[in-house]
């Protein structure tokens, strides 16, 4: 088992830039592609970006640009670098973890998530 702890969420003004941080815990003697989702209100769960272990990252078409994932395998924890934050990025954020296709941004190949941290973005 994997227990994935997600931190960073808040309250900013649009604009403004969040870091949001992921740190995996239990077998993670093993190493699995990571990825962060989001999902705003109403609407369904979407990846954002993944990064697999060797470094390699994914984004999804909407966020290049603004978002940026990267990781520290040290401390077993990946990032999510949120810059220029605009109303429509609100929703709550989830880290994922082990896929069987690497950097997928396929929400239901992921085993195992966390509880997920708020962002609200005002305009």
């Known amino acids: 088992q994997v227990q994935l702890v997600e931190s960073g969420g808040g309250s900013v003004q649009a604009g403004g830039s969040l870091r949001l941080s992921c740190t995996a815990s239990?077998?993670?003697?093993?190493?699995?592609?990571m990825t962060w989702f989001r999902q705003a209100p109403g609407k369904e769960r979407e990846g954002v970006a993944a990064i697999e272990p060797d470094g390699a990252t994914s984004y999804a078409d909407s966020v290049k640009g603004r978002f940026t994932i990267s990781q520290d395998t040290v401390s077993n924890t990946i990032y999510l670098q949120i810059d220029r934050l605009q109303p429509e990025d609100t929703g709550m954020y989830y880290c994922?973890?082990?896929?069987?296709?690497?950097?997928?941004?396929?929400?239901?190949?992921?085993?195992?998530w966390g509880q997920g941290t708020q962002v609200t973005v005002s305009s």
């Open positions: 994922a973890a082990e896929a069987p296709v690497a950097g997928t941004l396929v929400t239901d190949l992921y085993k195992y």
């Open positions: 239990g077998h993670t003697n093993k190493r699995y592609c």
